[in-house]
């Protein structure tokens, strides 16, 4: 692929993913109005800045799966269900922040993602190969067969550094993406969720697939091959979700929703803590 093609399908991309992702203006003016009809504003040294422990800031939405009184007690069944989705209360618990996706091909990013967004109601989806492939007009393996697959990692990152700039996104990533240490920074500006599939349950999900990096006399060894070698860069994900070969989509959405939900537990933001040791040190918090 010459420099100067290589050049106009990145420049091409950029544009591309724009109109692909939302608008931040939006959120912003949605922002502003919030900001004048309720969000508490104080002032200090001289800068104006918004309590992130007032209500509109906090909403204080909690784990729901620990929550009793949103499971039915009415005795209709014998199996413990929600009231409501968890998807839905986990949008605000994630307050704007990213989820990305990542995994092996095949190991259900791109239909668990598309899933999740739409149970929350307030976050977009985006898959980083389908960008690509509706920017150039050409398939995944199309492009690695035209123009390398050099040229097609090249611009998975260019993708990846636009859509990271936005926020209430649910992003599903190419399984080769990992493996450049520059994506890692776009990516940790989010939550990294990992769908760790068996490479045998991926062929059988995948058999007769057309993905330029199997095409060998032996796409299961080589599928074993680049598990190994990406391991490494998987594991480094915040949430960590085993998918068996019996789990459908329902049950592996609902697997990464309630890992989601225990994450946020265990790493609550830092003025949460803040607050909960002056709370146990006897001191008032900043009203």
Excluded at 56 to 63: H, I, L, R, S
Aim: aromatic share 6%; proline share 5%; with cysteine.
């Amino acid at each position: 692929m010459t420099t100067q093609r290589h050049l106009i399908l990145v420049a091409f991309l950029i544009g591309t993913v724009r109109s692909f992702t939302p608008s931040p203006l939006h959120h912003r003016h949605h922002a502003l109005k919030t900001k004048t009809q309720s969000t508490v504003v104080l002032s200090a040294g001289g800068f104006e800045w918004e309590d992130p422990t007032s209500e509109q800031a906090d909403p204080g939405v909690e784990n729901p799966y620990k929550n009793p009184e949103l499971l039915k007690s009415d005795g209709e069944n014998d199996d413990e269900s929600l009231k409501v989705d968890p998807a839905r209360l986990l949008s605000p618990r994630l307050r704007g922040c990213n989820l990305y996706f990542i995994g092996m091909m095949g190991s259900g990013k791109t239909a668990i993602g598309d899933n999740l967004a739409r149970r929350m109601g307030t976050y977009n989806f985006l898959d980083t190969d389908s960008i690509i492939e509706r920017a150039t007009g050409m398939s995944i393996p199309q492009i690695f067969k035209d123009e390398g697959e050099e040229a097609f990692r090249e611009a998975e990152a260019q993708v990846l550094d636009s859509v990271h700039a936005h926020v209430r996104c649910v992003i599903s990533t190419g399984g080769g993406l990992v493996m450049r240490n520059q994506n890692w920074s776009k990516l940790q500006t989010g939550l990294v969720v990992y769908l760790n599939v068996e490479p045998e349950t991926i062929m059988k999900r995948i058999e007769g697939t057309d993905r330029p990096l199997l095409q060998t006399d032996d796409p299961l060894a080589t599928l074993q091959q680049l598990m190994e070698e990406r391991k490494t860069k998987y594991e480094q994900a915040d949430v960590h979700v085993e998918v068996s070969a019996d789990m459908d989509l329902a049950m592996t959405a609902d697997m990464c929703i309630r890992a989601l939900h225990d994450f946020i537990d265990e790493n609550p933001p830092a003025y949460q803590q803040a607050k909960a040791k002056a709370a146990a040190d006897g001191l008032d918090w900043v009203q």
